[in-house]
């Protein structure tokens, strides 16, 4: 499960640091300023969740007895991740407009995630 954990982990902050990049250097000038800071919402996002989320696997990698609610907010956060930040980054691409609500459906399942570790924390016996 750690490994599985460390590729997504991996694989996210690599596209994290590409489109963030993209974002500054070849989608400066093309789009409009509100659909650029969109974009660098979602890789700022991203990044920040990808950090959380390594902490959190390095952190479960340590324990006996890993809680449950840890195992979700892992799924929580990678699925977040991809429909909050993937959904802004398709708005400022000039995706569909269904992806419009896509945005808060994801960052609700982050918000949850959190809580997720917040019910795991309190069930360790540390």
Not at 44 to 52: C, G, K, R, S, V
Request: hydrophobic share 55%.
């Amino acid at each position: 499960m750690i490994k599985f954990w460390l590729i997504v982990i991996a694989l996210s902050g690599f596209t994290s640091v590409v489109l963030g990049a993209f974002g500054a250097h070849g989608l400066k000038g093309k789009i409009s300023e509100s659909l650029l800071s969109a974009f660098q919402t979602g890789t700022h996002y991203q990044m920040f969740h990808t950090l959380a989320l390594f902490a959190l696997v390095v952190f479960m990698s340590q324990l006996q007895d890993i809680p449950k609610a840890f195992v979700v907010t892992c799924f929580l956060w990678a699925v977040g991740m991809l429909l909050f930040s993937g959904s802004l980054y398709g708005l400022a691409l000039g995706g569909p407009g269904w992806l419009g609500p896509v945005t808060p459906l994801g960052g609700l399942l982050l918000i949850i995630g959190w809580l997720g570790l917040l019910v795991g924390s309190l069930k360790l016996s540390l």
